[in-house]
C-alpha cells in the first residue's frame, strides 16, 4: 500500500510539474510551450546530474 502511494504521489508531482512548465512558458511568450517546457525540464535534469556528478567527486 505504501509503495502504490509513493507511486501514487510521483505522478501527480510530476503532473503539477509539467503544468507549471507549460504555464511559464506561455506567460513567457514560447511559441510552443509545450517543448519550451520540455527543453527546461530536460536541461534542469542535466544540470542536477552534473551538480550531483560534482559533489560526489569532492
Known amino acids: 500500500m505504501r509503495g502504490a502511494l509513493a507511486r501514487c504521489g510521483r505522478t501527480v508531482r510530476r503532473h503539477l510539474l509539467r ?6 512558458a506561455r506567460l513567457a511568450g514560447a511559441a510552443d510551450p509545450e ?3 520540455e527543453r527546461v525540464r530536460r536541461k534542469l535534469k542535466r544540470l542536477g546530474d552534473r551538480y550531483t556528478q560534482r559533489a560526489a567527486a569532492v
Open 35 to 37: 517543448a519550451f517546457g
Open 19 to 24: 503544468d507549471i512548465r507549460r504555464r511559464t
